[in-house]
């Protein structure tokens, strides 16, 4: 497989240095073989995560310099809102810092101890801010998505069946919003079809359920829908997107991924009292409404990342990247999860080292080894060991591309790095853990060789 061209030219850069390995050992070590506690200036390729990694263009940053930063209703405000109501339609929108406070504000407002909230698959941090409210996470996920070798198409479906399934079990009003993520990122980035978004809506308007969405990479999604579902193959990603978001009430959206943004987020809804509540409650934490704890600048730089995220050479070259990177892993016999999605390469850790137990964090310990290679890191997901029940999906180590950052060059050497690894698997040994946080484990959890 040949990648074509960046259709960008580079206009600034910043030096990498690749360490010696025996300083990459001593990080290492001193991170707890945790990566996300590794300093990045030890760390050579950098897939730890594609949110605020992006590279901003010429257009967003000269948007800063002509940034309004008044205290109320500046007019970098309005510039933001007008971009984001004409790709997302909705009427009410509030700037934030990111998207997480979005959630935490959402779920604050909306539920009750012991509600349910169901989803094609919750992101860490939502499920992390359901529970904190006494709400209960259901991740409800098309089968077709549990078998990673199987390239069918939209494995980030949510499953209508299983939906409807616990509607029948549980009280409706006790299922104040069902969400969706799209595209599916713990589900290995996998797309969500307009004809399941338009299916799940119609059984939740039987029941008089909200339908939100958590639309972070909402411009991939359109792309993969446009190139794979059929009836949406003539449209453009702007019809396709203003089309998804019109079966929904609102959406939580972090700007650091599809907005191209280092920051930000929004919240968006056609509902105004719910809006009104929203912004009550977010002034006590995100400062002036018009502001959600963004300076002008960042506003600025969204409002313009979100309009260039539309474009169709770009997304090509996107999805095209991150399948140039899949593809080489798959030609070295690497187990990758088929078929490859909108922003990541999910290695399945299971099949790269079936000699390690769930409690051996083989997630980890493999994300480390990587790093000790050659400086690469990447992300431990669906950690099988902090499991509380049955989950068909498997353990990852996911290898997240910046949007916008690194070339083809620098991918052939992380599938140079991985295949390195993949030759000596069997020598590699699990972890165990020396400290282990209430929640959001992946983030600050400490290791050590077993």
């Known amino acids: 497989m040949r990648s074509p061209p ?7 850069c910043e030096k990498i240095r690749l360490s010696v390995r025996g300083d990459r050992a001593s990080a290492l070590k001193k991170a707890g073989h945790n ?10 390729v950098d897939l730890l995560s594609d ?8 257009s967003q940053w000269a948007s800063l310099m002509s940034a309004d930063e008044s205290f109320a209703h500046s007019r970098s405000y309005y510039s933001f809102v007008d971009s984001v109501r004409s790709v997302f339609g ?9 998207g997480r406070i979005g959630e935490h504000l959402f779920f604050q407002l909306i539920l009750k101890r012991g509600d349910h909230v169901p989803s094609n698959t919750h992101f860490g941090t939502t499920r992390a801010n359901i529970e904190a409210f006494g709400g209960i996470p259901h991740d409800l996920l098309t089968s077709t998505a549990f078998d990673w070798k199987s390239q069918a198409l939209f494995k ?11 509607i029948a079990r549980v009280d409706k009003e006790t299922i104040p919003v069902c969400m969706l993520t799209i595209t599916n990122n713990t589900g290995a980035g996998q797309p969500v079809s307009l004809s399941n978004i338009r299916s799940v809506r119609e059984e939740l308007n039987r029941r008089d359920i909200r339908f939100y969405v958590d639309a972070a990479r909402f411009a991939e999604n359109a792309y993969l829908i446009k190139k794979y579902e059929n009836e949406y193959k003539e449209k453009s990603l702007e019809e396709i997107v203003k089309t998804i978001l019109s079966h929904f009430d609102g959406c939580l959206v972090s700007a650091k991924k599809d907005g191209l943004s280092n920051t930000g987020g929004f919240f968006a809804t056609n509902n105004a009292a719910l809006a009104d509540s929203f912004k009550d409650l977010a002034m006590l934490t995100e400062g002036f409404y018009t502001q959600g704890g963004c300076a002008a600048r960042d506003l ?13 050479e770009y ?3 996107r999805i095209g990247q991150v399948a140039y990177l899949g593809e080489m892993l798959a030609g070295e016999g690497i187990p990758v999860y088929r078929p490859y999605g909108g922003h990541a390469i999910f290695i399945v850790v299971g099949e790269f080292l079936p000699h390690l137990k769930h409690s051996d964090f083989p997630a980890q310990a493999l994300c480390g080894e990587i790093y000790l290679e050659g400086g690469v890191r ?15 999906m498997p353990e990852f180590v996911r290898l997240s591309i910046p949007r916008r950052v690194y070339s083809n060059t620098h991918l052939e050497y992380v599938a140079q790095v991985v295949s390195s690894v993949y030759k000596r698997r069997e020598s590699i040994k699990g972890l165990s853990m020396v400290k282990e946080p209430p929640r959001l484990k992946e983030f600050t959890s400490t290791f050590e060789r077993r």
């Open 90 to 98: 909705f009427e009410h929108i509030l700037p934030l810092h990111q």
């Open 51 to 58: 949110s605020g990694t992006s590279a901003m263009s010429s």
């Open 378 to 392: 990447g992300a431990p997901e669906n950690v099988k060991a902090w499991k509380k029940e049955e989950d068909r």
């Open 35 to 44: 990566v996300f506690l590794l300093p990045s200036e030890s760390v050579y």
């Open 156 to 166: 980030g479906n949510l499953d209508i069946e299983g939906l409807r399934t616990l």
């Open 6 to 12: 960046e259709p960008y030219r580079i206009k600034s």
């Open 315 to 317: 997304l090509s070259f």
């Open 300 to 312: 600025e730089a969204m409002g313009q990342g979100i309009k260039e995220s539309l474009d169709e």
